[in-house]
């Protein structure tokens, strides 16, 4: 099942991965890898390429973003192929996203020396820009039969546990997720708060938005590590949030067919 429903499929700037992620699932699906192992290896990739990193291997170090990118789509490809959906997985995979997003960037701001408040900014801009994509593309996802349900609008309790999941385990995922992740969801529903009922969103503006989703992101930081740019990377994602006002204006002004 795809996370969309046919009707609404657009070109996902972010989603590069995809081909080889379906690939690396079909290659996983009769074995006993389940999509939460895979979620723990993007993890360490994440951790392996801060390390490379660090050794000032920057062409090694953004193969393992591209290929942390890869593995974050094979985890829920593996899943809807074993018909295994969960919220276990679903908040484990946004948890490590948003901690490896920290660490990242505290890396390169260790390496270039640039200042604490700045690297905090950048912290708060990907966290927006991510939270914008995912706020519009989960609406999409909402508004039709046929699309992944897994992930919700608005999350503000614990849902309850699926077929072989602990609810207990389900619980307390959410809780660390709601703590990670609520300041930048209400951020962005207060930005845009009548987005979510318009009839839909055209593919071509998710195509645009899609810069913004985390793939993207993390091919950027991958590109200008190995061109030679590390040093440009903080502050080009504070001016990059510049398009986050233009793309909810642009939804404001011209999708508002309810």
């Known amino acids: 099942m795809s996370k969309l429903a046919p009707i609404d499929k657009f070109l996902d700037l ?21 999509p939460i192992h895979v979620t723990l290896l993007f993890g360490l990739c994440g951790l392996i390429s801060i390390y490379l990193m660090l050794q000032g291997m920057y062409f090694l170090a953004g193969l393992f973003l591209i290929l942390k990118s890869i593995l974050d789509a094979a985890d829920g490809e593996l899943s809807r192929i074993k018909k295994t959906p969960s919220h276990t997985g679903r908040y ?11 660490l990242i960037l505290m890396t390169i701001a260790n390496i270039t020396d640039t200042s604490g408040w700045m690297t905090a900014i950048a912290f708060l801009c990907i966290q927006l820009q991510g939270t914008l994509y995912n706020y519009y593309y989960v609406i999409l996802r909402n508004k039709r039969k046929g699309g992944d349900v897994t992930s919700r609008i608005f999350e503000h309790k614990s849902p309850r546990a699926m077929t072989g999941e602990n609810q207990t385990t389900v619980n307390i995922l959410f809780q660390i997720f709601y703590f990670l992740y609520s300041i930048f969801d ?11 009922k318009v009839r839909t969103l055209p593919r071509w503006f998710m195509s645009m938005v899609s810069i913004y989703g985390l793939g993207f992101q993390l091919l950027l930081i991958a590109v200008l590590m190995t061109i030679g740019y590390i040093d440009l990377v903080i502050p080009f994602f504070i001016c990059y949030s510049v398009l986050l ?14």
């Open 14 to 34: 972010s989603d590069y991965g995809r081909p080889f992620a379906k690939q690396i699932a079909n290659a996983l699906k009769d074995t006993k890898i389940t």
């Open 92 to 102: 484990l995979d946004s948890i490590f996203d948003i901690i490896l997003n920290f």
């Open 186 to 196: 209400k951020t962005i529903y207060l930005l845009d708060p009548e987005a979510t």
């Open 245 to 258: 006002i233009l793309f909810i204006e642009l939804r404001k002004k011209v999708l508002t067919e309810v």
